[in-house]
């Protein structure tokens, strides 16, 4: 009786297995869309940028102007002559004329920041990061254009005859100039354009990059 009561009070409690990840068993049954080459279907574009430095300048400017011109106003209004920059300006627009170079380089410089800020507004920013294929619907990827070089320049170090490789990965190409010591510089060009090709497809990038390969032997001293 004693035994069976000790078996009982022993005996394993249950505990709570983690389920399976559902995204893990979707990912492990479909197929990678980096090995199978498949590409976006181009809605993937350039991340946006925050464009802090410019907004905050630009919202300085107009609250520093806003605030100086709401005072005079209300100083004005308040019996107080006006500031000297307000009659002074005042003066000036009355006597000055359209044609008058002064006129036009503010008008330029006007029409300058104005194109300006709208160029920052339409267009994304961050030409630096490279976007990735989706692999959920709700996940963006991106990779950092420095990143991608380091990764290429490890995969070409890897083909045999190179001494060095110099990276260079912009927004539409990968270009790679090599130096090599030995064996023929077709030879190790061709193994550059296979290794450095299979490396730009193993980046999972939106748009795949152009590829360039420069191989020359290395200076004499």
Excluded at 161 to 167: L, Y
């Amino acid at each position: 009786m004693s035994d069976d009561a000790e078996q009982s009070d022993t005996r394993r409690l249950p505990t709570l297995d983690k389920a399976p990840d559902a995204s893990a068993e979707g990912t492990g049954a479909a197929p990678d869309a980096t090995a199978t080459g498949t590409v976006d279907d181009g809605r993937t574009g350039r991340f946006w940028s925050a464009r802090r430095v410019p907004a905050g300048v630009v919202a300085l400017l107009l609250l520093a102007a806003a605030g100086l011109l709401l005072y005079d106003v209300v100083a004005v209004r308040a019996d107080h002559p006006a500031m000297a920059w307000r009659r002074w300006l005042a003066r000036e627009l009355a006597t000055l004329h359209l044609d008058n170079p002064w006129v036009l380089v503010a008008a330029a410089l006007a029409v300058v920041l104005g194109i300006w800020l709208i160029v920052l507004a339409v267009t994304p920013g961050l030409r630096r990061v490279l976007p990735m294929r989706r692999t959920a619907p709700d996940l963006r990827a991106g990779l950092d254009r420095e990143a991608a070089a380091l990764v290429l320049r490890d995969r070409a170090m890897e083909v045999a005859g190179v001494q060095s490789v110099r990276m260079k990965v912009g927004r539409r190409k990968a270009k790679a100039h090599a130096v090599s010591h030995f064996r023929e510089l077709d030879e190790v060009r061709a193994d550059l354009d296979v290794a450095l090709a299979e490396g730009l497809r193993q980046l999972g990038l939106v748009h795949r990059l152009g590829l360039t390969v420069h191989v020359r032997r290395p200076k004499k001293r």
